[in-house]
């Protein structure tokens, strides 16, 4: 059986992890974080000393991805996307959050104030919604709120059922 692979993009908080992890232990796919992957395999090529962050070092994150999104049946979150191949997903998901309730998360995360501010600034001139909702097809790519705990369980089932139309349409 064939299993779409989802893109779960969005500004660091929105709660991609949080989300991302659900239906892939639900329907036994499989949740990719691309920051732990990163970490995990030291996919780095330098420093940015002005956002005291690793750099990614984006090409070998893709070499890394390849062979499962070639499988097929993975949920990849990441707060960027323009490097991945666009004919890697099948569904592709961009999780929103007000600012406000973003700015709360981030500070109970320990965020330092210059982290804190960029991350806002990113949701609020919604980069990653320009980054990727142009870059796939109009049906398949898809905003989702999440404020709330309810609209978490809201997102899971809509996602499950996705991804349930998705093996439907193409294992007949
Ligand atoms: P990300 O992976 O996008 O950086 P996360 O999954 O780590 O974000 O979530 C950040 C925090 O927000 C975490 O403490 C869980 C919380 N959270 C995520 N989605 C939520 C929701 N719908 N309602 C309430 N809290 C949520």
């Given amino acids: 059986m064939c299993c779409p692979n989802t893109l779960l993009t969005g500004s660091p908080g929105v709660g991609k992890t949080t989300l991302g ?6 329907s036994g796919l499989k949740y990719i ?21 690793p750099i ?12 499962q999104m070639r499988e097929g049946g993975a949920i990849v979150g990441y707060h960027g996307c323009d490097f991945f ?4 997903f099948h569904i592709v998901l961009v999780l929103r959050t007000d600012n ?6 981030l500070e109970t995360r320990g965020c330092g104030e210059k982290k ?9 001139f919604q980069v990653l ?14 905003q989702l709120v999440s404020n709330k705990p309810e ?4 997102n899971i089932d809509q996602i499950l059922k996705w991804i349930g139309q998705w093996v439907k349409d193409h294992n007949t």
């Fill in 21 to 26: 992890k659900e239906p892939a232990s639900r």
């Fill in 33 to 53: 974080n691309v920051g732990d992957l990163a970490r995990e395999g030291q996919l780095y090529n330098g420093y940015d000393e002005a956002y005291d962050c």
């Fill in 56 to 67: 990614l070092d984006e090409g070998r994150v893709v070499d890394e991805l390849e062979k």
């Fill in 85 to 88: 191949p666009e004919r890697w």
């Fill in 100 to 105: 406000s309730v973003l700015y709360k998360r």
């Fill in 116 to 124: 804190l501010k960029d991350n806002i600034q990113c949701e609020i």
């Fill in 129 to 142: 919604y320009e980054e990727a909702i142009p870059s796939y097809k109009e049906e398949i790519a898809h």
């Fill in 151 to 154: 609209e978490l369980e809201d």
